[in-house]
């Protein structure tokens, strides 16, 4: 998913000229969105990455209430 995501997005930053950083800015955050909430990925079975996680939270709710314990 990552890969894919990333080939994406340098394929959108190729292909425009950007006059600022906030406008860079701006479309990588407006890409991001749109890639996690409104296009379908076939490795999530056609469901956005937002829907497959509502989908997984719901199945497996405990793994989703554990706190994370970092040990050096």
Known sequence: MVERFNGRIEDVLQSHHFRS???LETTLHRYTWLY???LPQS???SKTPLQAM???RELK????LIQPHYRP
């Open 54 to 56: 509502k989908n997984w």
């Open 21 to 23: 950083g906030e406008e």
């Open 61 to 64: 709710l405990k793994l989703f």
């Open 36 to 38: 996690n909430q409104q």
């Open 43 to 45: 490795a999530l079975g």
